[in-house]
């Protein structure tokens, strides 16, 4: 069974760059699957930031596609979120998910882990 | 603003059945993309619940079903019990090429 893991700094300055891992384990990043990041900010909805492909391929929120760079490293059976020049608007839990299907279901998702950004 | 409407809140008692909407556009919902549900409970990540508009994984209990028409979908949950009080997502795809969120719906067991 699959399982997710997240992992990174806690805390980013303004005008930084985010950087998280998310570690799969339990199965291979190399599956016909697709690998998603989404974010919430406290107390509020969710938002897709993107997704990867073990080949590389990639899908970007339009809204966020200036600011974002997804990478996988087969070897180690994780992929990675670059977020550049944070703003407190940027302040989310942070999850990475198993992409499912053609229609894009998400299961299952990691614990989500908080980043702040703030000085 | 979320794409995907909900209503903020919606509440019932102990074994009562209640409905979550779920109201997109042609370009997403309408365009025939499916609707998937999660259930977010406090300070824990989303859990899917259905899948494929009306399709539920192993372990979820047949007390939720959802639903499908037009550019809507709707959640259902009857027979309601405590645990149920949580937040609930609907989910699809657009057109403009991202997936697509509701704001999310508070189910509070009263």
């Known amino acids: 069974q699959v399982q997710l893991q997240e992992s990174g700094p806690g805390l980013v300055k303004p005008s930084g760059t985010l950087s998280l891992t998310c570690a799969v384990s339990?199965?291979?990043?190399?599956?016909?699957?697709?690998w998603s990041w989404i974010r919430q900010p406290p107390g509020k909805g969710l938002e897709w930031i993107g997704e990867?492909?073990?080949?590389?391929?990639?899908n970007y929120n339009p809204s966020l596609k200036s600011r974002v760079t997804i990478s996988v490293d087969k070897s180690k059976n994780q992929f990675s979120l670059k977020l550049s020049s944070v703003t407190a608007a940027d302040t989310a839990v942070y999850y990475c998910a198993k992409d499912c299907g053609i229609t894009h279901w998400f299961d299952p998702w990691g614990q989500g882990t908080l980043v702040t950004v703030s000085s | 603003q979320s794409v995907l409407t909900q209503p903020p809140s919606v509440s019932g008692a102990p074994g009562q059945r209640v409905t979550i909407s779920c109201t997109g556009s042609?370009?997403?919902?309408?365009?025939?993309?499916?609707v998937h549900w999660y259930q977010q409970l406090p300070g824990t990540a989303p859990k899917l619940l259905i899948y494929?508009?009306?399709n539920r994984p192993s372990g979820v209990p047949d007390r939720f079903s959802g639903s499908k028409s037009g550019t809507s979908a709707s959640l259902a949950i009857t027979g309601l019990q405590a645990e149920d009080e949580a937040d609930y997502y609907c989910?699809?795809?657009?057109?403009?090429?991202?997936?697509?969120f509701g704001g999310g719906t508070k189910l509070t067991v009263l």
């Open positions: 339990g199965g291979s990043i190399s599956s016909s699957n697709w």
């Open positions: 989910q699809s795809y657009d057109s403009s090429l991202t997936v697509v």
């Open positions: 990867i492909y073990h080949s590389g391929s990639t």
């Open positions: 494929g508009n009306s």
């Open positions: 042609s370009s997403n919902i309408g365009a025939g993309y499916d």
